[in-house]
């Protein structure tokens, strides 16, 4: 395809953010839409991308490739795969949806907008880079506009949160740095080249390998959040915008596992295997964790973003399984759980802005009062529970599957972990009882239904939601191929 869809997808947001930034700051509705129009035009190329990617070669497609720093090497190499278009989607749909979900916003409209069109960048160029000077650029240029979103338009604690953000995920990308210096020069010639350096991965020595897949690890788990490195999550989803907190949980998070995916693994394939058994405890006690923390919350948002942390377990499990059913798995909990947490904040925002409280035991019997409301939150919970027939159940079954079958102490770690589905159906069943069942509080006598705006930020969530729950079919084919392939360069 001669189109550079991925140049377009990752700069048309930048021209959106200066178009915003040269409009009159009083012209709020303009800004709004025209945010809205930038970022629709991305979420179109994403699924022109993924209707147009053929699942059935390995190989990086739509590959841009473009010499920019001959000197040391590096290149502005963008490409796709299995792995990376479905992300892209995802990353498409909820920044239109977020950015539609933020037209109540009324403090500092202009740079709010401008912001948030400069994360859209950052999260694109992730997902495309296939140059690490490429990568790193991108994946720092995330990092300021989400400490401003935070850190102006948050909450009561919002520049504590924004900065514990920001100082988590600097030493995150300090250690990513090092190594990815480290690889520079150890590699001869000397190559940024992510897929040269993964065809390479034969002549990296143990010890080097044990080494620089821990810098790796610690800079990506810090941001899948991985315990015990995650406890900048629930201050920044808590203070957080709802908008923002709905990128934060459905797209952010999820680099940290592609990261992972993408360079660690294949890159560093012996200390992969050194590391899995590490790597599945560490997902076995995010898995318990995490529910058990969620199950002691009293505010909802705090309670959905602790249950970030253990559903992004799964993800840890299913990666440390080094199976395909287990990566497939892990690959389908990135996209599901962005859906499902996604929609969930949207909700929480939705009852927060008519409530000014996100306290559990200050609502009751809300669900005669808001049936629709009522119904797509519980559709939502129950597919964060993994009911059967919804996104978050096929997810859960392939990795507990993929791990299962990796050998005896994997079965262990599985047992141990499937409390966690108990422990998930515990709080978020509790939570539906307190908020939405029993007699009505008189207090919300007042509360209004879910408005269109609103629906239309959810239904497509939805839809993604049942779609993938009793049809799998088209997502596992598209991850399917890449997955196999590098699981394979990783066990042989």
């Given at each position: 395809m001669d189109f550079p869809i991925l140049t377009y997808m990752i700069f048309i947001p930048l021209v959106g953010m200066v178009v915003v930034m040269t409009m009159r700051k009083e012209a709020h509705n303009a800004i709004r839409y025209t945010s809205s129009f930038f970022s629709l035009v991305v979420f179109v190329l994403s699924c022109i991308l993924a209707i147009q990617y053929d699942s059935s070669i390995p190989d990086m497609q739509f590959v841009e490739n473009v010499s920019w720093i001959p000197s040391l090497g590096i290149n502005y190499f963008l490409g796709v795969d299995g792995i990376s278009v479905p992300m892209l989607f995802l990353t498409?749909?909820?920044?239109?949806?977020?950015?539609?979900?933020?037209?109540?916003i009324t403090n500092r409209v202009k740079e709010y907008f401008a912001f948030f069109l400069l994360l859209e960048v950052g999260m694109i160029g992730v997902f495309c880079a296939l140059d690490f000077f490429l990568f790193y650029i991108f994946w720092e240029i995330m990092l300021v506009p989400m400490y401003f979103l935070i850190g102006v338009w948050g909450g009561p604690r919002k520049e504590y949160a924004a900065i514990k953000f920001f100082l988590y995920t600097l030493f995150g990308s300090v250690l990513m740095l090092v190594g990815i210096i480290a690889l520079y020069f150890y590699a001869e010639p000397h190559t940024l080249n992510m897929m040269e350096l993964i065809r390479r991965n034969s002549t990296y020595g143990y010890t080097f390998q044990l080494i620089v897949f821990a810098a790796f690890y610690v800079g990506f788990a810090i941001k899948v959040p991985a315990w015990p490195f995650h406890t900048w999550l629930p201050d920044a989803h808590v203070e957080a915008p709802?908008?923002?907190?709905?990128?934060?949980?459905?797209?952010?998070?999820?680099?940290?596992?592609?990261?992972?995916?993408?360079?660690?693994?294949?890159?560093?394939?012996?200390?992969?295997?050194?590391?899995?058994?590490?790597?599945?405890?560490?997902?076995?006690?995010?898995?318990i964790y995490g529910a058990f923390v969620s199950m002691a919350q009293k505010d909802l948002k705090k309670l959905v973003a602790y249950s970030s942390v253990s559903h992004m377990g799964y993800c840890m499990l299913g990666l440390a399984a080094l199976t395909t059913a287990g990566w497939a798995g892990c690959m389908y909990q990135m996209f599901s759980h962005g859906v499902?947490?996604?929609?969930?904040?949207?909700?929480?925002?939705v009852l927060?802005?008519?409530?000014?409280?996100?306290?559990?035991?200050?609502?009751?019997?809300?669900?005669?009062?808001?049936?629709?409301?009522?119904?797509?939150?519980?559709?939502?919970?129950?597919?964060?529970?993994?009911?059967?027939?919804?996104s978050g159940f096929v997810?859960?079954?392939?990795?507990?599957?993929?791990?299962?079958?990796s050998?005896?102490?994997?079965q262990?770690?599985?047992?141990?972990?499937?409390?966690?589905?108990?422990?998930?159906?515990?709080y978020i069943l509790r939570m539906v009882q307190n908020v939405f069942l029993g007699p009505l509080n008189t207090r919300w006598e007042g509360l209004t239904e879910i408005n269109g705006r609103e629906l239309f930020t959810v239904i497509p969530l939805a839809v993604l939601t049942i779609l993938l729950g009793v049809w799998p079919k088209p997502l596992v084919s598209m991850i399917s191929v890449s997955i196999d392939n590098i699981v394979k360069m990783i066990t042989g």
């Open positions: 498409g749909l909820l920044s239109f949806i977020s950015i539609v979900a933020s037209f109540g709802t908008a923002v907190s709905v990128i934060l949980a459905g797209v952010l998070l999820k680099m940290g596992t592609y990261g992972l995916m993408r360079i660690s693994y294949p890159m560093f394939p012996e200390a992969a295997v050194y590391y899995s058994i590490p790597v599945a405890l560490i997902g076995m006690i995010a898995i499902l947490t996604g929609a969930l904040f949207l909700l929480v925002g927060y802005d008519r409530a000014h409280t996100r306290e559990i035991a200050a609502f009751g019997g809300i669900g005669a009062k808001v049936p629709l409301f009522t119904g797509i939150f519980v559709l939502f919970g129950m597919g964060s529970l993994g009911l059967p027939g919804l997810a859960e079954f392939m990795t507990f599957i993929g791990a299962f079958n050998g005896y102490v994997y262990w770690i599985v047992i141990v972990s499937i409390l966690g589905v108990v422990l998930t159906a515990g």
